[in-house]
Each structure stands twice: as C-alpha cells, then as structure tokens.
C-alpha cells in the first residue's frame, strides 16, 4: 500500500460505491506529510510548515525546523528554531522552546521564547514564561511566573535567598522601624 509515495499503486483495491450523496463527510487527516492544498485553518506543507492535526497524540521530544502548528496532543518537549502555533483544539504538557510562541488551547509546562509570546483568548497556560515580549489577550487563562528580560540578561543576575528564620526577622524589624 503505498501511503507516504507520490507514485501510484500498481494494483489498487476498487472500493464498492453506493449512490453518491450531495452531503458527504470525510474524516481530517491526522498528520500532513505530503504537499496537498491547504485547509481553511492549517498550514500547507508545500510552504515548508510542520502540522500536527487534531486527534494525533505525540510521546516524547519533538523538534522543528521552520514554521509549525500544533492542533493535536503531545506530551514530553518541543523545540522550534521558527514560530510555533499551538491552536485551540491542542493540549500540550509539555517544556516549549521556540522563537515565537503562539497559544490558544491548553499548555501545561514552562514556555521560553526568544522573541515573543502570545497568549490568545480560547488559551490555559499553566507553566512560567519567559520571552522579551508578552502578549496576554482579555479572555486568556494564565497561572505561573512570566519574565520579560532577555536570557542574558537573567543568567547575569545574581540572587540571594535568605533562610526563613532571617526574613522574618527582616520583615518585622522593617515593621519596627517605620
């Protein structure tokens, strides 16, 4: 059965038609791995785009090249040189590295962009984030720490946490004192 050529096959099985119907409904393909026209709301792949469609589940890591879109499930960590789209219908819990994030479904896990992320409406992040621009639309869901400086920057600071008996000790002789 040749599924992933170009090449037809050379014996194909003739499938029994019944009378044809004016309203027909075909099943979406799960994941787009060959050049075909473009769906209303996906990517196509003759533009150099990665797609993982709706009712795809994917365990582990997963990397991309250029542009991707996410609209099905994956769980483990995701890395993308380019812009990443993770859509309405996607849930992933996952650690995401990329150039530009976009969220709109439902993302469980730290986010790191290094030039921005955008957090659409229909979105639920949960998971700190960490790009030089943020963008949280009205509607969004977020929980978690957000850091807006470059990592650079970050790795530069310096942090010095007190032990608890000494920040309370601050703390109320900070009260003291006013």
Do not use: W
């Amino acid at each position: 059965m040749a599924l992933f050529t170009k090449e037809p096959e050379k014996n194909p099985k003739i499938q029994p038609t019944t009378a044809p119907h004016a309203s027909s409904t075909s099943p979406a393909p799960a994941i787009s791995t060959s050049p075909v026209a473009p769906r209303a709301n996906g990517p196509a792949a003759s533009e150099g785009r990665a797609y993982l469609d709706r009712g795809s589940k994917i365990i582990g890591k997963i990397s991309f090249e250029g542009p991707a879109r996410i609209d099905g499930e994956v769980d483990g960590e995701i890395n993308a040189k380019d812009s990443l789209m993770i859509g309405e219908s996607a849930v992933v819990t996952a650690q995401i590295r990329a150039a530009s994030v976009s969220i709109a479904g439902k993302v469980s896990g730290d986010v790191v962009a290094a030039q921005r992320i955008e957090i659409r409406p229909s979105a639920k992040v949960s998971g700190n984030i960490t790009a030089p621009v943020l963008s949280v639309q009205e509607g969004a869901q977020f929980e978690g720490h957000c850091s807006m400086q470059p990592e650079g920057i970050r790795e530069d600071r310096k942090v010095t946490v007190f032990p608890k008996e000494e920040r309370v000790a601050q703390a109320a002789g900070g009260l003291k004192q006013a």
